[in-house]
């Protein structure tokens, strides 16, 4: 039974043969004896079960058989050609789809970034995963990861840090003129909370400082959740106060949408970073990706 396995230096070998109607120059255009041409003709007919070449002192010419293996080997190798050159410029260009996996909050915050990269790199396609569970960066294939805290425990992934982020007091005005006033943190057990629950399943207390030291609170819960965009948006609509971060309260506050409360109690929030496989040479797609994310959040706020 012939091998599933093309021999695909044989089959290059015969198509030298034919195209030259020679051994002899088929042997001198690859570098190699005519013997070993010859042995390579002969294994690809031994393969194939025909003669694909008659030989005469004077001349080689193609069998019937030949001429149509001919033509499908042609094709195949020109095929493989025009893939390796395809290949060799996406090494060089950035071309093909790029999977990010990031946080619901930061999504509405990055999709200007993705813009950009769309604008400069046409090519380049961008598959986009919002979700604030913590998902397998290696398992479930991603080339980019954006996420805030804890890095996992794995080392199969390669980190690069974006920036610091601050946790603030945030609420619309809306709510804000429906309560006491927020003259220090104090005053917090007369308002309500909107609390994050974690893909832990635990809900998320607000850290704050009073000046002289930094502690866990929160007014009573009046929506508890564990999507970011319901998250946020709760806050928008004037169900209670929200601790943010910074970089994502930022567009809402300059928009209108949220007010900052007692800034005087911001704590250093934690870092992020974005994740990416290791121990292989980053395609230019991906890195034209992160460039932009690295460049965005360099920006002050």
């Not at 604030?132 to 980019?144: E, F, L, T, Y």
């Amino acid at each position: 039974m012939a091998s599933t396995e093309l021999p695909i230096n044989d089959i290059a070998t015969f198509v030298a043969v034919a195209q030259n109607a020679s051994f002899t120059k088929a042997a001198e255009k690859l570098g190699t004896s005519k013997s070993n041409v010859g042995k390579a003709v002969q294994r690809l007919e031994v393969r194939l079960g025909t003669r694909l070449l008659q030989r005469t002192t004077r001349a080689v010419r193609l069998t019937e058989d030949g001429e149509l293996y001919l033509d499908a080997a042609r094709a195949a190798l020109d095929g493989l050609n025009e893939a390796e050159i395809t290949l060799s410029a996406r090494r060089d260009e950035p071309v093909g789809r790029v999977r990010l996996d990031i946080p619901i909050g930061f999504g509405r915050m990055l999709l200007p970034v993705f813009v950009q990269v769309r604008e400069r790199h046409p090519k380049v396609t961008i598959e986009l995963s919002l979700s604030d569970r913590q998902s397998d960066p290696v398992k479930d294939g991603w080339d980019i990861v954006v996420r805030a805290g804890e890095l996992p425990a794995e080392g199969d992934m390669t980190a690069r840090k974006l920036c610091d982020i601050r946790l603030g007091l945030y609420a619309s005005s809306d709510y804000l003129g429906r309560h006491a006033p927020l003259i220090s943190v104090d005053n917090l057990t007369g308002h309500e909370a909107i609390i994050f629950r974690a893909g832990s399943g635990k809900t998320r207390p607000w850290t704050v400082t009073n000046g002289k030291c930094v502690f866990n609170t929160a007014p009573p819960a009046s929506v508890i959740t564990g999507d970011g965009r319901a998250f946020i948006d709760s806050a928008i609509a004037g169900m209670g106060i929200a601790q943010i971060f910074d970089r994502v309260a930022a567009m809402h506050v300059e928009s209108g949408e949220l007010e900052h409360v007692l800034p005087q109690a911001d704590v250093n929030g934690p870092p992020v970073h974005a994740l990416i496989p290791a121990g292989r040479r980053m395609p230019p797609k991906t890195r034209v990706v992160l460039d932009q994310l690295v460049e965005f959040f360099k920006r002050p706020l």
